[in-house]
Antibody, heavy 119, light 106 residues
Framework: QVQLVESGGGVVQPGGSLRLSCATSGFTFSSSGMHWLRQAPGKGLEWVSF????????YYTDSVKGRFTISRDNSNNTLFLHMNNLRAEDTALYYC????????????WGQGTLVTVSS | DIQMTQSPSSLSASVGDRVTIPCRASQPISNYLNWYQQKPGKAPKLLIYAASSLQSGVPSRFSGSGSGTDFTLTIASLQPEDFATYSCQQSYSTPFTFGPGTKVDI
């Protein structure tokens, strides 16, 4: 059974940094593409970033390029999102997600970790 | 970026009703379209992938159709546990984008 457990969220001031983690189990992490998505309070879903199974390809939505970095540790089955220069508009529930099968075939989601950017 | 639209933003229905939820893409996306169900305080759940393929474990009353720019999620006979928000998502190109969702309530 696929399990994705996010951690690392919290309250941070504008301009600050956070590192989110996603501990995974129940599937072969080192063979799976992984994503981060987010949902601002009361808003819709937004895809943030993707990393290929081997870490060699990474994609980002424009609003986080140059500020966020996705990475993974295949030896520990863990996904990360390093977030720098945080803005108020980054406030959201951040979800870790796994490709259902192949890239673009839908997401399996974790339960999310809340990031609040506020002074 | 590909824009996904869903209208209406909400609809009212009763148990046993047949419900159809439309989704439109701003450009052709073939069948690269996924549907999710989300209940308050919960993570989204994948229902349909590749426009019409039922995700394992999802009840057969859910179905998806469409190709190109116009898609539909159908719930054949609405059950009490189906009251939720339904969102479509295109996986044709990054950034992957979602529709704003259609909330199904009583």
């Amino acid at each position: 059974q696929v399990q994705l457990v996010e951690s690392g969220g919290g309250v941070v001031q504008p301009g600050g940094s956070l590192r989110l983690s996603c501990a995974t189990s129940g599937f072969t992490f080192s063979s799976s593409g992984m994503h981060w998505l987010r949902q601002a309070p009361g808003k819709g879903l937004e895809w943030v970033s993707f990393i290929r199974f081997d870490g060699n390809n990474k994609y980002y939505t424009d609003s986080v390029k140059g500020r966020f970095t996705i990475s993974r540790d295949n030896s520990n089955n863990t996904l990360f999102l390093h977030m720098n220069n945080l803005r108020a508009e980054d406030t959201a529930l951040y979800y870790c997600a796994k490709d259902r099968d192949y890239y673009g075939s839908g997401f399996y989601w974790g339960q999310g970790t809340l990031v609040t950017v506020s002074s | 970026d590909i824009q996904m639209t869903q209208s209406p933003s909400s609809l009212s229905a009763s148990v046993g009703d047949r419900v159809t939820i439309p989704c439109r893409a701003s450009q052709p996306i073939s069948n690269y379209l996924n549907w999710y169900q989300q209940k308050p305080g919960k993570a989204p759940k994948l229902l349909i992938y590749a426009a019409s393929s039922l995700q394992s474990g999802v009840p057969s009353r859910f179905s998806g159709s469409g190709s190109g720019t116009d898609f539909t999620l159908t719930i054949a006979s609405l059950q009490p546990e189906d009251f939720a928000t339904y969102s479509c998502q295109q996986s044709y190109s990054t950034p992957f984008t979602f529709g704003p969702g259609t909330k199904v309530d009583i």
